[in-house]
């Protein structure tokens, strides 16, 4: 089993970026396929990125290939979400998702980080 705690939201203007981090407690984070998701308000959650265990291989939706990019240490337990030229449609609650597979989520979630983009 794994907790996980979001942090690194905040309020930012288009154009851009934050870096959210999600830490991970738990001898067995590096075995976990991690992944990030939103909900905007009045939408359902979305998938945004995943990364696998070792870090080698990442999925993107299409909203946010070449402008966020997912990472992991797994020495520190910790998932990065950097995102870059943000726009007000990124603008969501942002959670970190552990043990999922391709773009469908895991068992275990963080209780999200609040990202606001004003344009």
């Known amino acids: 089993q794994v907790q996980l705690v979001e942090s690194g939201g905040g309020l930012v203007q288009a154009g851009g970026s934050l870096r959210l981090s999600c830490a991970a407690s738990?001898?067995?984070?590096?075995?976990?396929?991690m992944g990030w998701f939103r909900q905007a308000p009045g939408k359902e959650r979305e998938f945004v990125a995943r990364?696998?265990?070792?870090?080698?291989?990442?999925y993107y939706a299409g909203s946010v290939k070449g402008r966020f990019t997912i990472s992991r240490d797994n020495a520190k337990n910790t998932v990065y979400l950097q995102m870059n030229s943000l726009k007000a449609e990124d603008t969501a609650v942002y959670y970190c998702?552990?043990?999922?597979?391709?773009?469908?989520?895991?068992?275990?979630w963080g209780q999200g980080t609040q990202v606001t983009v004003s344009s």
């Open positions: 998702n552990a043990d999922g597979v391709a773009y469908q989520p895991g068992a275990y």
């Open positions: 990364i696998s265990w070792s870090g080698g291989i990442t």
């Open positions: 738990g001898r067995t984070f590096s075995t976990y396929t």
